[in-house]
């Protein structure tokens, strides 16, 4: 779920609508068809009638030369978003045991000529007429720009399937404040009851492919729950599908006046819930800034707009402060949102903002670091876009302390300086489904950082996900695509899609549903050559090799909890102890603080000689900028493993090559604020 109409993105976010919207106050069975007598990849039966697929071959399987799966990956997708926000707000259905008839019509309020179809003119200007009828004849949708018809229709899967995809996430996905002020809602704005219809349906739909091949197991379409378990779906040449969740106040984790309105059992206990349903990746946060993290903003008259929602929703605006490093989060600018600020109570204006103030204020709050670590814990996925700089960074932050690779990056909402440092980790990273040739413009900028460390790429179509796709470039554009074509693994030919009456052509219709995603990939790689397209082949591969090392992740055994710690000073409370043990007990809530003056050191003893290669330091407020980390076999000669002169706080944590010590000594040479030195937590694994 992302932005629609941005320059080059063109993006634009449910949120944004939800506040303009503001302005303006079941049997599962398919119908027997004539037997396919083809091979394994053609149905049963397949209702009659019913969209045309356009591919013909059979679908690659089996893995590359290396046991490597082959085959592109959607990192970002919503199958079943027309359940979320009341119902109403994305038209059609993905499938209906009833038939295309009744799967791919309009909303009703859209008839007889899309007067009342009040998303639509919001989202697309004009008068937002349009004609309602969708099967047979598709006369205005689906369409690249136009946001609230379904794109993700069963058989459009099916043809990006055959077309070569072989991972797709399904990010189930709701928004409460966007279902209470639209006007046309048939069921609850509560999000984790959306969450759990969406996750439902899926199945469904699994089951629904399943009956036209002829029982449980048998179809393409195969939600997974484990990296072993997609594998084997990829190697058998079918499509492996990830349940991911994007909502904005996941297990209630809403925020009002920066007080949280859930609390660590709330976490756990949606964290659960979601594991038992099938969901291994997630958002923590998403538009507006929640009980567990702050939002990377929007910008122009939509930032403004979702600024004011963000007021409504939560009775704080956002705030800003100077960015700490090369990374920031988008420009809220000054454009007016007149209609969104009409909302807002007597007395209350939108504030103004710095322009050398680009970061949120509000980062990663101790409940989102909980349900980071929780996440850890159950081996999920985490996904950093939309997070603010500030929370990003500590995410990253506590996944180097923890070399936990499960980070990801779905569709072009990270700021780009982040790359590195997400291969670093072992993340994966997919970018929008822009036009080809911004999509390639931006994959070349991160071509060279793929190279190093040897991963494939992705793309996250966000279709049903308000955002805006390729537009067409046109019959008269230089290397259009010209039908038919060929696979990237050579096996398939592909055609245009048809689906009823209505044929699409890339070229002169852009991406305007699921189907046409081969159809796109084959633009990449007529305009770009055949380098990207080669990246995002490799894409499924690389994805699953983050799940399965985030799977196989345990976080070792930390040294130095419990052990005996001393110290050159302590400060003084008469309420509370800042002994040396505090930073050593496993109690984030208590830490160690010394004298205010430089010069000072915590000594661990880890009562026995152990193999050491990496320590973390979980600084309070009261931060060291210069440092070293010293080692001893017996506490009278020292040698020094790691030293920085330039600490930020945070977390930090120092790598350095294994070696046997029985004590350990932070050298604290520098402090970072007036104050001392003040340590939550010292960790110590053998690497």
Same mark, same amino acid.
């Given at each position: 779920m992302t932005i629609a109409r941005l320059p080059y993105r063109r993006r634009r976010s449910v949120a944004v609508v939800s506040l303009l919207l503001l302005v303006l106050a079941a049997a599962l069975g398919p119908t027997p068809s004539s037997a396919a007598g083809g091979g394994w990849w053609e149905p049963d039966?397949?209702?009659?009638?019913?969209?045309?697929?356009?591919?013909?071959?059979?679908?690659?399987?089996?893995?590359?030369?290396g046991g490597?799966?082959?085959?592109?990956?959607?990192?970002?997708?919503?199958?079943?978003?027309?359940?979320?926000?009341?119902?109403?707000?994305?038209?059609?259905?993905?499938?209906?045991?009833?038939?295309?008839?009744?799967?791919?019509?309009?909303?009703?309020?859209?008839?007889?000529?899309g007067s009342l179809a009040i998303f639509d003119f919001i989202t697309g200007g004009g008068d937002g007429k349009h004609d309602p009828v969708g099967w047979p004849t598709f006369k205005d949708w689906p369409a690249h720009d136009s946001l609230t018809h379904q794109q993700n229709y069963y058989a459009w899967i099916e043809r990006a399937w055959r077309g070569g995809q072989r991972v797709l996430v399904n990010d189930l996905v709701t928004?409460?404040?966007?279902?209470?002020?639209?006007?046309?809602?048939?069921?609850?704005?509560?999000?984790?009851?959306?969450?759990r219809l969406q996750a439902k349906l899926t199945y469904d739909m699994q089951a629904y492919i399943d009956q036209m091949y002829g029982g449980p197991g048998k179809g393409w379409f195969r939600i997974v729950t484990?990296?072993?378990?997609?594998?084997?779906?990829?190697?058998?040449?079918?499509?492996?599908?990830?349940?991911?969740?994007?909502?904005?106040?996941?297990?209630?984790?809403k925020q009002i006046l920066d007080v949280p309105q859930c609390d660590k059992e709330d976490?756990?206990?949606?964290?659960?819930?979601?594991?038992?349903?099938?969901?291994?990746?997630?958002?923590?946060?998403?538009?507006?800034?929640?009980?567990?993290?702050?939002?990377?903003?929007?910008?122009?008259?939509?930032?403004?707009?979702?600024?004011?929602?963000?007021?409504?929703?939560?009775?704080?605006?956002?705030?800003?402060?100077?960015?700490?490093?090369?990374?920031?989060?988008n420009p809220i600018g000054l454009a007016a949102a007149p209609g969104a600020e009409k909302k807002l109570p007597p007395g209350v204006t939108v504030p103004s903002y710095s322009a050398d103030a680009q970061c949120n204020v509000r980062g990663l709050t101790d409940l989102g670091e909980y349900a980071v670590r929780g996440m850890m814990k159950r081996n999920m996925m985490l996904e950093i876009d939309h997070m603010s700089v500030k929370a990003t960074g500590r995410v990253l932050d506590l996944f180097e302390t923890e070399s936990y690779p499960g980070v990801i990056s779905s569709h072009s909402w990270m700021d780009l300086n982040w790359t590195?440092?997400?291969?670093? =980790? @072992?993340?994966?990273? &997919?970018?929008?489904? /822009?036009? #080809?040739?911004?999509?390639?413009? $931006?994959?070349?900028?991160?071509? %060279?950082?793929?190279?190093?460390?040897g991963v494939g790429y992705g793309y996250g179509t966000d279709m049903n996900g308000v955002g805006g796709w390729p537009a067409p470039r046109g019959k008269d554009a230089p290397n259009p695509v010209t039908y038919p074509f060929r696979s990237v693994d050579g096996g398939s030919v592909i055609d245009r899609q048809t689906t009823g009456e209505r044929t699409w052509d890339l070229n002169t219709d852009g991406a305007a549903h699921y189907g046409l995603v081969p159809d796109w990939?084959?633009?990449?790689?007529?305009?770009?050559?055949?380098?990207?397209?080669?990246?995002?082949?490799?894409?499924?591969?690389?994805? =699953? @090799?983050?799940?399965? &090392?985030?799977?196989? /992740?345990? #976080?070792?055994?930390?040294?130095? $909890?419990?052990?005996?710690?001393? %110290?050159?000073?302590?400060?003084?409370?008469?309420?509370?102890?800042?002994?040396?043990?505090?930073?050593?007990?496993?109690d984030r809530g208590t830490r160690w603080a010394s004298d205010w003056s430089d010069g000072q050191w915590l000594r661990i003893d880890l009562g026995a000689t152990r193999q050491v290669g990496r320590v973390t330091l979980d600084w309070e407020r009261a931060y060291g900028r210069s440092y070293r980390v010293e080692v001893s076999t017996d506490g009278a000669d020292w040698r020094t493993v790691w030293s920085t002169t330039s600490g930020d706080g945070g977390l930090d944590t120092a790598r350095f090559t294994p070696s046997q010590a029985r004590h350990l000594r932070i050298q604290l040479l520098d402090r970072g604020t007036d104050w001392g030195y003040s340590l939550r937590e010292v960790s110590v694994h053998s690497g």
């Amino acid at each position: 779920m992302t932005i629609a109409r941005l320059p080059y993105r063109r993006r634009r976010s449910v949120a944004v609508v939800s506040l303009l919207l503001l302005v303006l106050a079941a049997a599962l069975g398919p119908t027997p068809s004539s037997a396919a007598g083809g091979g394994w990849w053609e149905p049963d039966a397949r209702p009659a009638p019913d969209s045309q697929i356009g591919v013909s071959g059979e679908p690659f399987r089996g893995t590359g030369a290396g046991g490597e799966v082959r085959g592109f990956v959607d990192a970002h997708n919503h199958i079943m978003s027309n359940e979320a926000f009341g119902g109403r707000l994305i038209c059609g259905k993905a499938f209906s045991a009833k038939g295309i008839a009744d799967a791919l019509k309009d909303c009703p309020e859209h008839y007889p000529d899309g007067s009342l179809a009040i998303f639509d003119f919001i989202t697309g200007g004009g008068d937002g007429k349009h004609d309602p009828v969708g099967w047979p004849t598709f006369k205005d949708w689906p369409a690249h720009d136009s946001l609230t018809h379904q794109q993700n229709y069963y058989a459009w899967i099916e043809r990006a399937w055959r077309g070569g995809q072989r991972v797709l996430v399904n990010d189930l996905v709701t928004n409460g404040v966007i279902c209470s002020v639209y006007f046309f809602k048939d069921r609850s704005c509560d999000e984790m009851t959306s969450i759990r219809l969406q996750a439902k349906l899926t199945y469904d739909m699994q089951a629904y492919i399943d009956q036209m091949y002829g029982g449980p197991g048998k179809g393409w379409f195969r939600i997974v729950t484990d990296s072993a378990q997609a594998r084997q779906v990829v190697e058998q040449g079918k499509l492996a599908v990830v349940l991911g969740v994007e909502t904005s106040e996941p297990f209630g984790c809403k925020q009002i006046l920066d007080v949280p309105q859930c609390d660590k059992e709330d976490i756990d206990r949606g964290l659960d819930e979601l594991y038992a349903i099938g969901v291994r990746s997630m958002f923590l946060c998403h538009k507006f800034d929640n009980a567990l993290c702050g939002v990377r903003f929007d910008s122009g008259a939509l930032g403004t707009a979702i600024n004011v929602g963000q007021f409504l929703s939560t009775g704080t605006f956002w705030r800003t402060e100077k960015c700490t490093g090369p990374q920031a989060d988008n420009p809220i600018g000054l454009a007016a949102a007149p209609g969104a600020e009409k909302k807002l109570p007597p007395g209350v204006t939108v504030p103004s903002y710095s322009a050398d103030a680009q970061c949120n204020v509000r980062g990663l709050t101790d409940l989102g670091e909980y349900a980071v670590r929780g996440m850890m814990k159950r081996n999920m996925m985490l996904e950093i876009d939309h997070m603010s700089v500030k929370a990003t960074g500590r995410v990253l932050d506590l996944f180097e302390t923890e070399s936990y690779p499960g980070v990801i990056s779905s569709h072009s909402w990270m700021d780009l300086n982040w790359t590195e440092r997400v291969y670093r =980790l @072992g993340g994966f990273i &997919a970018q929008y489904m /822009h036009g #080809s040739q911004g999509f390639i413009g $931006e994959a070349e900028r991160t071509k %060279a950082l793929r190279d190093k460390y040897g991963v494939g790429y992705g793309y996250g179509t966000d279709m049903n996900g308000v955002g805006g796709w390729p537009a067409p470039r046109g019959k008269d554009a230089p290397n259009p695509v010209t039908y038919p074509f060929r696979s990237v693994d050579g096996g398939s030919v592909i055609d245009r899609q048809t689906t009823g009456e209505r044929t699409w052509d890339l070229n002169t219709d852009g991406a305007a549903h699921y189907g046409l995603v081969p159809d796109w990939i084959e633009d990449i790689r007529r305009v770009g050559g055949q380098d990207v397209v080669d990246d995002l082949f490799r894409g499924a591969e690389s994805y =699953l @090799g983050t799940w399965g &090392a985030s799977e196989r /992740h345990s #976080s070792g055994v930390n040294l130095a $909890e419990g052990a005996s710690a001393t %110290a050159s000073s302590t400060e003084w409370n008469p309420f509370t102890s800042y002994a040396p043990g505090r930073a050593v007990d496993g109690d984030r809530g208590t830490r160690w603080a010394s004298d205010w003056s430089d010069g000072q050191w915590l000594r661990i003893d880890l009562g026995a000689t152990r193999q050491v290669g990496r320590v973390t330091l979980d600084w309070e407020r009261a931060y060291g900028r210069s440092y070293r980390v010293e080692v001893s076999t017996d506490g009278a000669d020292w040698r020094t493993v790691w030293s920085t002169t330039s600490g930020d706080g945070g977390l930090d944590t120092a790598r350095f090559t294994p070696s046997q010590a029985r004590h350990l000594r932070i050298q604290l040479l520098d402090r970072g604020t007036d104050w001392g030195y003040s340590l939550r937590e010292v960790s110590v694994h053998s690497g």
